[in-house]
């Protein structure tokens, strides 16, 4: 089992064999898209992405008590969508709106995420006052930030799915981890977390963020 608490650098399929089934009380992921930019598995052909989805989803659906969340770009949802309808329970989906989103479209910008939950029953959920709606403004966080990261997840929407989807004391698999934002979410909520990262160098920005998040609590 790895352990809780603890950001493991390394490739997710491999490390997530290390943990027993049904011992995760949610799965968030911001996974690679394929949209063939400088990231592991984001510059895949078309059957080794849809390879590489099925592969980790299984897993994810092997070691979760229930949930699954994911954030995924409308253009590149199909192989994941697919799977998820396939396999497990649609409880309900989020819209992550990027309301100073400028990514150029075929018509339009594009200005959205989706939030995409599932489970393996009904799903564990509950009411919380600060998040009363399904469309959540969350600006797109500069490039020019202080992680070192191209592509940082906002704190408030990582924390909108943990609050709404996990109790204090549950257990967060994020098997790509990036610049950390779940692990420091889930240290600020008293959650419980695990985090997988395949770059060495976001681990360091995770740890580092970690770290940081710590000495703030402490104080």
């Keep these: 089992m790895l352990e809780r608490n603890k950001i493991y650098c390394g490739n997710c399929l491999e490390l997530m064999k290390e943990i027993p089934d049904k011992s995760i009380d949610l799965v968030l992921a911001d996974p690679p898209y394929n949209a063939q930019r ?18 980790w989803l299984s897993e994810c659906a092997r070691i979760i008590k ?9 253009k590149y949802q199909k192989p994941i969508v697919l799977w998820l309808f396939q396999n497990l329970n649609f409880c309900w989906e989020f819209i992550w709106w990027k309301s100073n989103g400028m990514l150029n479209g075929k018509a339009t910008f594009a200005v959205y995420d989706k939030v995409l939950w599932f489970s393996q029953n009904e799903g ?3 009411r919380h006052p600060d998040i009363p709606r399904d469309v959540w403004n969350i600006p797109v966080i500069p490039q020019a930030n202080d992680f070192g990261h191209p ?27 990036g610049s950390g934002t779940t692990a420091v979410a889930c240290k600020s909520l008293n959650r419980d977390y695990i985090g997988i990262e395949i770059s060495p160098e976001y681990c360091e920005i995770a740890r580092r963020r970690l770290k940081h998040v710590q000495m703030e609590m402490f104080l």
């Design 66 to 74: 229930g949930d699954i969340v994911i954030i995924i770009g409308v």
């Design 151 to 177: 592509t940082p997840k906002s704190m408030k929407g990582i924390k909108n799915i943990v609050k709404l989807l996990s109790e204090e004391g549950d257990l967060i698999l994020d098997p790509f981890l």
């Design 124 to 126: 564990k959920h509950k």
């Design 38 to 55: 400088l990231f592991a598995n984001d510059n895949l052909t078309e059957n080794a992405y849809t390879d590489f989805t099925n592969k």
